[in-house]
């Protein structure tokens, strides 16, 4: 494969049972989907791209999605078995690198050479970002989510790192699902409590322990519980949905 194009970036898919796919993205704007099951040859081709592809990468919620970005100005939205893009962005300037959230499998972020960093999220709009920023005189290339806090970090070409907040729309997007996810469990909790049958015990006063006080807990450990979050079973399943849901609306059968 390598004598017909020259890789430039790959990622390998981390969802159970699709561990040994991974995307090779080469400097001819082609991408190739690839096993590590089958040695000397692809499984299939996307053309989407016109010039070196940068970075791919597979959703961390859906195990059939990756994105893809180029110094041909675009981002590109794809599935492993549909051979043109879902989803494209134009940028107006070559894509450095691009980086799903680990808060959300619908947001994800993007840098340019020209000192651009976007945010899109493709639940509230598939045609433009929903937060941007612009550092002119930063050529970044390179952009990554912490998974316990609310930041993310960026490399320029002059080789400088910087730590940066996530906006407030991009925040409001991530404690919105957390809102619902709280509302739905107590949704839950409640429709069982009054599925039981409603009995009255009197206790004696003495056997009534009394309330006990609870501290308050610090910025640490709600950090702790955020980084818990991302493993639980039902979030991955939550975050799954959303994906499952935006590619029906987009008519794509396979989900």
């Given at each position: 494969?390598?004598?017909?194009a ?10 159970k ?19 590590a099951?089958h ?5 299939q081709?996307?053309?989407?791209h ?7 990468s597979w ?10 970005c180029?110094?041909?100005?675009t981002?590109k939205?794809?599935?492993y ?15 450095g690198?691009?980086?799903w959230?680990?808060w959300c499998?619908?947001i ?5 050479v ?5 945010f ?14 612009k ?22 070409e002059?080789?400088?790192?910087r730590l940066?907040?996530?906006?407030e ?12 996810a709280a ?5 839950k909790q409640?429709?069982?409590?009054s599925?039981?049958?409603?009995t009255k015990?009197?206790?004696?006063r ?8 609870t501290?308050?807990k ?7 519980n ?12 939550m975050?799954?949905?959303r994906?499952?849901d935006?590619?029906r609306?987009l008519d794509v059968?396979?989900v």
């Amino acid at each position: 494969m390598f004598g017909n194009a020259g890789g430039m970036c790959f990622d390998f898919n981390k969802h159970k049972g699709f561990e040994h796919l991974f995307v090779l993205g080469t400097e001819e704007g082609l991408i190739y989907l690839c096993s590590a099951k089958h040695r000397g040859h692809y499984i299939q081709i996307f053309e989407g791209h016109s010039m070196g592809v940068y970075t791919v990468s597979w959703n961390p919620y859906h195990e059939k999605i990756f994105l893809s970005c180029s110094a041909d100005w675009t981002i590109k939205i794809w599935h492993y078995r549909t051979a043109q893009p879902l989803i494209i962005f134009d940028m107006q300037n070559p894509v450095g690198d691009v980086s799903w959230s680990p808060w959300c499998s619908t947001i994800f972020g993007a840098v340019t050479v020209q000192g651009d960093i976007k945010f899109f999220d493709l639940n509230q709009n598939r045609k433009s970002a929903i937060y941007e920023k612009k550092f002119p005189d930063h050529i970044i290339n390179h952009i990554a989510f912490n998974y316990s806090e609310y930041v993310f970090i960026t490399g320029d070409e002059k080789g400088r790192v910087r730590l940066w907040k996530m906006s407030e729309n991009v925040r409001n997007t991530v404690d919105k699902k957390d809102e619902e996810a709280a509302k739905e469990a107590e949704k839950k909790q409640n429709a069982q409590k009054s599925a039981l049958p409603e009995t009255k015990v009197n206790l004696p006063r003495n056997l009534i322990a009394a309330p006990s006080k609870t501290k308050k807990k610090t910025d640490g450990m709600k950090m702790d519980n955020k980084s818990l979050m991302l493993k639980s079973d039902n979030f991955k399943k939550m975050e799954k949905d959303r994906v499952i849901d935006l590619l029906r609306l987009l008519d794509v059968t396979d989900v």
